[in-house]
Every structure is written in C-alpha cells, then in structure tokens.
C-alpha cells in the first residue's frame, strides 16, 4: 500500500481498468506525482486485453496470458483498487456515484470503461444472445457454451451476428476451439453448424477488397453458412429473425455488432454523442467538463473520430497520463491528433493471421507469430512489474494547491499526541451525519444523545459477552476495511452463541487535509455501520484519532442467556468438527504486499471476510453443537489446541479436507507466510505425529493467522450432515468437516494431523 504519511492534497479517479488507464497506472508508478491520491474503480479486477480475446477462445492462451492484474499494477502505481462499478457521475459535488460503496470524491476523473453491445434495438437481442462485450462477462458464458457443446449429443448450431474484424475473428476461433476439443474426445466435429449474420452485403465492409478476398478462402472450406444484407429483426430463444421474413434457427447466438454505451453517461450531465459516447475535446477532456478525460472506446473524439478499436485506446494512454497531470497541477491541456491509419492484424483461429495496411496485405503463420509478439510485449509491460522502490520523502509540485493549502499541509508534520490527535469535532460530525445505527430500546444514551459516555441497559434474564479487537489496514480500500474489521470484532459474539447489542469503536485515520481525513473516515466508518446494523449491534460511541495509517477496531457487547453460552470447553469424544470458512488470509496477504497474489485471489479472500459469521453461528447451535470458537489470530491449530485444552480432549484434523482460498497453497509453495507465522508455529509441540506430516503441502496453513475468519464448532457426527447442507444452503460454500474428536490421553500432544 501507498505510505499514508504522505499528505493528500487531490483526488484522481480512475473509472474502469481499459487499455488507457493501465498505461496511465504504469507511468504514475514510475513518477508518481506526490500529493496525489489515485484510485481506480473497476468491475474486473482482471482487464481483458481485447486483441488476444480470439486467442484465448481458440485456446492458444490461458486466461492469466490475456488478462492484466490490475492489483499488483495498482499496488505498484501506489493508487487504491475499488472493485465496484461506477452507475453515475455526481458532477456538481464531484463524486462517483457506485453500485456497491459510498460516492467517491475527485478533483479529476477519467473514464476508460469500453463500450457495451448495442443491440440497435433489437427485439429479444438482449435477452437471448451472448454479447461478447463486457468481454469478461463473455469470456464465462463462453466456457458454458463449450460444457454444452461438448455434452450434447446432438448436433449444435452456432451464429455470430456481425461481419466486422471482431465477428470474423471470433466466429473462426470458436470453430477451431471446439473441433479440437471434441476430436481431444474422440468425437466428430460433423454435428457442428456454423452461421455468420452480416448486415452489410460483403463481410469485413470496413476493410479493402484483399482482406476480404484472404477471409472468403478461410470460411468457404470451413462449412459456415453466410448471411449478407442480413438485418437482424427480432430474436427469440433458439430462433433468428431476419428483416424479409427468413429465420434461422440456432442453438447458440453470439452477438459482435457495434458498440454502444451506457445510459447514465448522458444521464450524468457530460455530453454525449448519438450512440452515448462522452464527446471530448482534442485534449481528451469532456467538451461540457474540463475536471473529465475519457479514452478509449467511451470517448469520442470530436474531431478525430475514428473506429472503436484497441490500438487507439492504447496510444491514447501516454497523452492522457500527460494532460492528466497538467489539470491536476492546473497547467494548459495538450491536443493529441491520432494516426488515420493503422496495421491491421486478424487472426483466422488457426495460428494463422492476415496483415494489412495502406491497401497491403499478408497472410500466414508469421503474421500470426508476429502479432503474438506484439501483444505479448505489450502485456509484458504490464504483468511483469519490477521491484517495488524504496519510498522517498515527496515533493508537492508547486500548482498542484494554493499557499494556503500548502501551509495547512506543512502543519500536518506538527500535529499534537494525547488529545491533541482527536479529530475535529467537526470532521467528526460531518462524517458520522449519514451513518444511522441500528435502533435499540436498549441504549439509553449513545449518539443520538452524545454524552461523556454511553449508557446500555442489560435485559432481564439476560448476560453480558464482552469483546474487543483492533488493527491497522492491511487493504486501501477503507470501505470493505471498515466490514471486515466490523465482521472480526462480532464473530468473538456469535462463536459464543450470543446476539450483539452495542459497539464502541475506535478508529484512526491517516493525517491529511480535513476534506480528505473526512472522506476516509466517512468511508470506513460506512462499511462498519452496514455490519453493525445488519447484526443488531448498534453503535453507541467511540473514539477518532489521527496517525500514521488507517486502522479500526470495535469493542461490542452481546446478549446471552446463561444456561445456553457456547464455550471451547464443551467438545465430547464421537463429535465431528465442522470449519465453516477456507483458510489463507494470512498467506495470501503477506503476497499481496509483495505484488505476488492475483487480485481474483484477494478478490475471493474478500468476499469470505465480509461475510457475517452471524447465520453460521445460529446454525450450528440450533444443530446442537457442544463448542465453538471462531478461528482468527492463532491460526486452526492454535484455536484447536484451546479448545482441547478446555475440553480435555484429543482431535484428529484431515488435512485434505480442510477448505483452502483459492491461491493460498499457490502464495505457501512459494515460501510466502504471514509475519505472525513463526509464533504460531511454535505450537506445532502439540501435534502427536508432526515427523510425518511437517512436509505436507497444507501443514503450514495449519498456522496460517485469519483475519475475520470461520466458526469451529463441535457437533455429534448424527447432526453434522444436516448442519453442514444446511450452511451450504445459508452461503457458506465452502463449509466441511475438517475433524474429530476422540477421549483425552496421557499424550501431552492432542492433535493427530491426517495428510
């Protein structure tokens, strides 16, 4: 992560992760621009690289080949990645309006998001065709079309609508991939039936007559049935409308026409053209907003208009990584006037391509090889990133504030301890004005009433389960940091069978410009409320200081009636151990610090820590589980040894049924581990049989520390089936029984690992 010594003076947004943006990020990592805070709001965390996309689906590539990681990239540019997608454009109070998260705040915006299929309203087009834009989300349906294909026993139609470079590329990939693929079966390709729906009269109609000569000698010995002057009508499940009356039934429709964009460009204020594109100035700025760029496919360049192709998006990145810096330090804007002409390189599925330029054309397996050298050393530059650099005092560029910024900048370093580090009042006020806790008759005084202290009454019949915990971020974005850390501090409750009534929270917010500390606070501080609501816990207070990093922690309090408080203690022999989370947060962000973890792993390592672990508890202790704990610092083996202590037990834990992330035995083999490692690792004395099990490739995830990890729990083996579907069922997909549990001995080692 980005030092948060450094004091942010300007927000850059960054929507979408296109061709643009990445040579944006690139080139702010090799000068960063101090006092700049960057971050990048993406739906993908892997961007496709369009000019490969017929490679992968040929199967020439895998999907890390055509993908770039914008983690790691971001990481390295030092900005924040938020995984969500942008709906709307606040352009009055200068925010993004997001699907998932709180607006975010910028001082410049840019937009490289790619086009969406247009479907020239089409009747049912939407709804019954595979557009092959978002590519992503084409790139999965695309793997279930190859499922069906391969176990369908009769034969199957495929139509591409479009006739353009991407149709044809695509329609000649999808061929070869899945004649190979059955015949790697055993299996004919003869029940395979191709079509290609093209509007214009002649295929390829914004190429000369030599490409498409080149093209028409690879379709007419391949058995594709080609539609010209074929306007599409209307389509309907398995069925393809044309204008005149003529259908065409398919099994499968791929649709590769124009691009489109989405509505709520316009709908945001910026002007757009006919098709929705934002219109921009020679500059690359919004011709109604100088604060806007836009690139790539989303853009159109007033007076440069040119085909919505890949290779401009790319050579528009450095002229906007140049003009973005100027807006920010509040310097003249330069024009970018793009090249009219450009090589054409399309691929025929076969490691086969055509060349063409200036009315020249080639044709052959060189061609082929050259265009995958170039696009391999594109993605080199951006998948092969170098050491990150040891971080330097910074320097804000003179126009990048006012004098009166800058002094409130240089007053940062001499900000008091004690009290003195308190937030504002007013910093705090603002940023906690939205939040709305959760109502709760039992909190007599909290912040709807703020007073020295809060006051929370205990139900009769009632006990009170205390806990607390804290620590600093180990993400940049301080949204989700604000859910995990809320979800850790619940789970110590709900593992003790106990419903959450109230939390104090303790929060530190990196030094910076008011405008700035309010905006992360509001951020962090929204993520935790949305926890705390969802799980009853009302916020009654807390305390906000500045310092070096972004940090937060909760100390919540818990109802529970005495008789049923689940304990570590109560494990029985014959009981089965259910784990209701996978392990590897630990080593998986111990990789993600050094750039060595794929943003899909810590995407997925996300997606478990933000989830409650409220319904498992109430789960397993409606299946009558006789001891439960939540598994965090300590690691599995850690949290297990407590609980045999307390029980007077011995357990057998399986390792190859133990739920693992996904890359965690990936980051493990590569020798990368949590720095809490090494301490938990020394309780490897209480395994009975460690000699025969230390070299196993999942024994060092036995002291792997999780941050808001699972439930353990113990359960009678008779209940645990209808206990474990019924996690399955609740969201926990990755639930199991991981153990059992057998009467203590004399051993002082009370775990037995299975490998």
């Not at 496709?48 to 895998?62: I, K, R, T």
């Not at 007419?220 to 080609?226: F, Q, S």
């Not at 389509?235 to 429709?253: M, N, Q, R, W």
Request: with cysteine; charged share 20%.
């Amino acid at each position: 992560m980005k030092s948060s010594s450094d004091a942010v003076v300007k927000d850059l947004v960054l929507v979408g992760g296109g061709h643009s943006h990445v040579i944006v990020l690139k080139k702010f990592a090799m000068k960063p621009l101090p006092g700049v805070r960057l971050t990048v709001i993406a739906r993908d965390v892997h961007t496709p690289y369009s000019g490969m996309l017929p490679g992968y689906v040929a199967g020439h590539y895998d999907f890390d080949e055509v993908h770039i990681d914008l983690r790691p990239l971001c990481q390295f540019a030092g900005a924040r990645l938020y995984h969500d997608t942008a709906n709307k454009i606040d352009t009055v109070n200068k925010q993004v309006i997001c699907q998932g998260r709180p607006a975010v705040p910028y001082d410049v915006l840019s937009i490289n998001i790619g086009s969406t299929p247009s479907f020239d309203d089409t009747e049912g087009a939407a709804e019954n065709t595979t557009p092959v834009k978002p590519i992503n989300n084409f790139i999965n349906r695309w793997q279930r079309l190859v499922d069906r294909v391969l176990s369908s026993p009769d034969s199957y139609r495929i139509g591409v609508v479009g006739a353009g470079a991407g149709g044809m590329e695509l329609l000649l990939a999808v061929q070869y991939r899945l004649g190979n693929l059955l015949a790697e079966q055993g299996q004919s390709d003869d029940g395979l039936e191709f079509h290609l729906v093209s509007r214009s009269d002649p295929i390829l109609p914004d190429f000369g007559s030599g490409v498409r000569r080149r093209f028409a000698r690879h379709i007419e010995p391949r058995n594709i049935h080609l539609h010209n002057g074929a306007a599409v009508a209307e389509v309907a499940p398995g069925l393809l409308s044309i204008v005149g009356g003529k259908t065409i039934a398919l099994d499968e429709i791929l649709w590769v026409t124009a691009a489109g964009a989405p509505s709520w460009l316009g709908e945001s204020g910026m002007d757009v053209d006919d098709e929705g594109f934002i219109q921009v100035k020679d500059t690359l700025q919004s011709t109604s907003h100088d604060d806007i760029f836009a690139a790539g496919d989303i853009a159109a360049v007033i007076n440069h208009p040119r085909p919505k192709a890949g290779v401009f998006a790319v050579r528009q990145g450095a002229p906007l990584n140049d003009n973005l810096r100027r807006a920010l330090v509040g310097q003249t804007t330069r024009p970018f006037s793009p090249q009219k002409k450009f090589l054409v390189l399309i691929t025929t599925g076969n490691k086969n391509a055509v060349a063409a330029k200036w009315g020249w054309t080639a044709e052959g397996r060189w061609v082929w090889k050259w265009k995958d050298w170039v696009d391999q050393r594109f993605m080199r530059k951006f998948n092969k990133l170098p050491e990150m650099a040891e971080e330097t005092a910074a320097t804000l560029y003179p126009g990048l504030a006012d004098k009166a910024t800058l002094s409130d900048i240089s007053a940062i370093a001499m900000r008091c301890g004690g009290c003195g580090a308190k937030v504002g009042a007013d910093i705090l006020n603002r940023a906690l004005s939205e939040l709305e806790p959760v109502a709760n008759e039992d909190v007599l005084v909290g912040l709807h009433a703020p007073d020295d202290a809060a006051v929370v009454q205990i139900p009769d019949g009632k006990v009170m389960v205390h806990t607390v915990d804290y620590f600093r971020a180990f993400i940049d974005d301080a949204y989700v940091f604000g859910q995990v850390a809320a979800n850790h501090a619940l789970s110590d409750i709900f593992a003790m069978g106990a419903e959450a009534q109230s939390a104090l929270a303790i929060a530190t917010v990196p030094y910076g410009l008011e405008t700035k500390v309010e905006a992360s606070l509001r951020e962090m501080m929204t993520g935790a409320m949305e926890v705390l609501n969802d799980a009853g816990a009302t916020l009654v207070g807390g305390h906000t200081s500045e310092g070096s990093e972004l940090a937060l922690g909760f100390s919540v309090n818990g109802l529970a009636d005495r008789q049923s408080i689940l304990r570590k203690g109560g494990m029985a022999p014959g009981d089965v151990l259910i784990l209701t989370k996978p392990l590897g947060t630990g080593t998986l962000f111990a990789a993600d610090m050094q750039q060595k973890a794929k943003g899909r792993w810590i995407q997925n390592a996300l997606k478990s820590m933000v989830q409650s672990n409220r319904k498992a508890a109430i789960c397993i202790f409606s299946h009558g589980a006789s001891a439960c704990t939540d598994v965090t610092g300590f690691g599995l083996l850690g949290h297990t040894v407590e609980m045999t202590k307390a029980s007077n037990v011995d357990v057998e834990i399986d390792m190859a049924a133990l739920p693992i992330m996904d890359g965690a035995l990936d980051t493990v083999r590569l020798g990368i581990l949590s720095s809490l490692q090494p301490a938990n690792v020394r309780l490897r004395r209480a395994i009975r049989n460690m000699d025969t099990v230390r070299y196993h490739e999942r024994y060092p995830l036995m002291f792997d520390p999780q941050t808001s990890g699972g439930l353990l729990a113990s359960l009678q083996p008779e209940r645990a089936e209808a206990c474990l579907q019924a996690l399955h069922e609740l969201g926990y997909e990755q639930a199991s029984i991981v153990g059992k549990v057998s009467a203590g001995t004399d051993h002082l080692e009370p775990i037995t690992l299975v490998a």
